[in-house]
């Protein structure tokens, strides 16, 4: 075992499940339990559970994630094993141990070195003769010397490889610039060359202060070929779907609140102009994942998109996100004309024009989400024409109907009133109809998800479970036994009959086999050194059969045996169905069908 059982022991020991989750998750008592929101899909009501008994644990009954505190670190910060165990003893200050036969994958720190000497290396590029045409689009979008220095914004210069070269000078190897998409390789010359060329370059840096991507702004006439923002890909540092441009600085705003921008020019603008709580989504493609990180660090989050209709589509979709975290959510407008009669398109155009203090009134008099969504729907519609009058009112009342709040749905049913004269009575027996139908199709999807979920159909763990269903429960009931008690691995008596040859699911089948491999010398099963083997995803589905087990409640060595004979008598029956008949019995079938004729 890479690392020693009583090191595990005591880094799960100096980092309470219950501590390490209360970073991320609001929690609340329940009973011995802690209860919350989980972090790992959208919900309004809480299906995520701490238990603090025994050998602590986590599991949500929503998503079906989870397992340990190492299995929460390794979920929570899109670590791997190894970073987690480290996130781990950092946060308690306990030393690494020695473990040299333990093989790395990837070496994350190397990887966040890296990207920092390129911001640093582009930085200095920028602040040179050579740097000249980066420093004037950045300073003529109105950014100071300080803003720069603050955002650590750089330059890329049209040179083929400089920053490839410099990285190979400081000892990068090629495959990890390439892998950290900083550079690639020439067809035909087999030389590296820069991904990043004239561009202004904005560094992209996570919630720990680490440099984890970049976004390079086109500055020079751009050719059919060049795009005029040029990202980082997903590496093994950044997945964009998890990063939110400016986080870093705006948790630190004393707002208790975020404004949410589409493109990084926006935020660094509203912050340069003392907007201290803007962050980015990095365009409009706005993720669950980046919804849940921002709600861990606002109450309220203000959408400011562009204004145009792209901007308008990815407004609602963004209310949606944002609205099952759970935080409030308003929409900001900055549609308008400057001084000199251009349209304003997004919240760098209006801070530039109209300074701080009128965007701060537009902040305040930011419509809540509903009031959005309704006057959007209402802009579309004349209320002379009867025909749009009614796809007025049907549209708005599928809206009101996915509402929670009844005072929200009274105040908005009454404005309807008041734009179609249909009473209002009426208006609410429709909207009372639509939500009952909303509520049945939602019940009837989830029925359907769970028998799917129970005949372990889209079942990505385990797909064997589909095919061999009988046997994937009894084998299930091995397993959650086996999790539970752990002790029972060691018992001379009953570690004979533990067989992972009868198993037919091969996902529960390596399960058992890393069970009784982990425990082959006597040693007592470690929890925590299974997340070396199994994705957090794995660690989910053990620790829903360890969940199921106990809450049955009965886990004796009889049931355990039990279980494994009726998987004998299965497998022996499935035996004796496939053996083909003999030539005797066939003769004796076809004598007997010649009778009957």
């Not at 603050?150 to 610039?177: C, H, M, V």
């Not at 990084?264 to 980015?280: F, P, R, W």
């Amino acid at each position: 075992m890479p690392f020693p059982e009583g090191f595990l022991q005591e880094l799960k020991l100096r980092n309470p499940l219950e501590d390490v989750v209360s970073q991320y998750v609001t929690l609340k008592r329940a009973g011995s339990n802690r209860v919350g929101c989980c972090p790992f899909h959208s919900e309004k009501t809480p299906s995520f559970t701490v238990y603090t008994q025994q050998e602590p644990h986590f599991y949500c009954y929503g998503c079906q994630a989870g397992g340990d505190v190492v299995t929460f670190v390794m979920r929570i910060e899109n670590l791997d094993y190894r970073g987690a165990i480290e996130y781990l003893a950092n946060r308690a200050g306990l030393p690494m141990p020695q473990t040299s036969h333990f093989e790395k994958t990837v070496d994350k720190k190397r990887f966040y070195e890296m990207n920092a000497k390129a911001a640093k290396f582009w930085y200095q590029n920028l602040m040179s003769p050579e740097g000249k045409p980066g420093l004037d689009y950045l300073t003529g979008r109105g950014l100071s010397l300080a803003v720069i220095r603050r955002f650590g914004l750089g330059y890329a210069s049209n040179s083929y490889d400089a920053l490839t070269s410099y990285l190979l000078k400081e000892g990068y190897r090629p495959q990890e610039i390439k892998e950290a998409f900083l550079g690639g390789f020439s067809q035909k010359s087999g030389r590296m060359f820069d991904y990043f060329r004239g561009r202004a370059i904005f560094p992209i840096i996570d919630i720990a202060g680490n440099v984890v991507a970049f976004s390079g702004r086109f500055v020079g006439e751009a050719g059919e070929n060049d795009r005029k923002y040029f990202n980082t890909n997903d590496t093994p540092v950044f997945k964009k779907s998890r990063t939110v441009f400016a986080l870093n600085l705006a948790k630190n705003s004393p707002e208790k609140s975020l404004i949410l921008c589409e493109g990084n020019m926006d935020a660094v603008s509203l912050q340069a102009a003392g907007v201290t709580n803007a962050v980015a989504s990095l365009g409009t493609a706005l993720t669950a994942d980046q919804c849940r990180l921002l709600a861990r660090f606002a109450d309220t989050v203000y959408i400011c998109y562009d204004s145009d209709e792209a901007g308008r589509r990815a407004t609602k979709k963004a209310i949606r996100l944002l609205s099952e975290t759970g935080v409030k959510v308003k929409v900001v407008s900055l549609s308008g004309k400057t001084s000199d009669g251009k349209e304003i398109k997004d919240p760098d155009d209006f801070i530039r024009a109209f300074g701080k203090g009128a965007f701060q009134k537009r902040v305040q008099s930011a419509k809540g989400a509903i009031e959005y969504l309704f006057s959007e729907i209402q802009s579309r519609y004349s209320m002379d024409d009867m025909d749009e009058k009614n796809a007025f009112i049907k549209e708005g009342i599928s809206m009101l109907s996915e509402v929670d709040s009844p005072v929200e749905k009274e105040l908005f049913l009454a404005r309807m009133q008041d734009l179609t004269g249909v009473n209002v009575d009426v208006l609410k027996a429709q909207t009372e109809r639509k939500t009952q139908k909303n509520l049945q199709k939602a019940e009837k999807e989830q029925l359907q998800t769970e028998i799917r979920k129970l005949q372990g159909f889209g079942n990505r763990v385990n797909p064997d479970k589909a095919k061999f269903s009988s046997r994937a429960t009894k084998e299930e009931g091995i397993l959650g036994i086996l999790l539970l008690r752990s002790d029972y691995l060691l018992d001379p008596k009953i570690r004979p009959i533990l067989n992972p040859e009868l198993f037919s699911c091969a996902f529960y089948k390596s399960v058992l086999e890393k069970l009784l491999s982990c425990t082959e010398n006597g040693e007592e099963l470690e929890p925590a050194a299974l997340n070396e083997f199994f994705s957090p995803e794995e660690m989910g589905e053990l620790q829903g059969l360890r969940q199921k087990r106990a809450e049955l409640g009965s886990n004796t060595p009889a049931i355990l045996r039990e279980l494994f004979e009726r998987l004998e008598e299965e497998i022996k029956k499935k035996a004796e169905k496939d053996v083909p008949l003999s030539a005797e019995w066939l003769e004796k079938l076809k004598a007997e069908k010649t009778r009957k004729e």
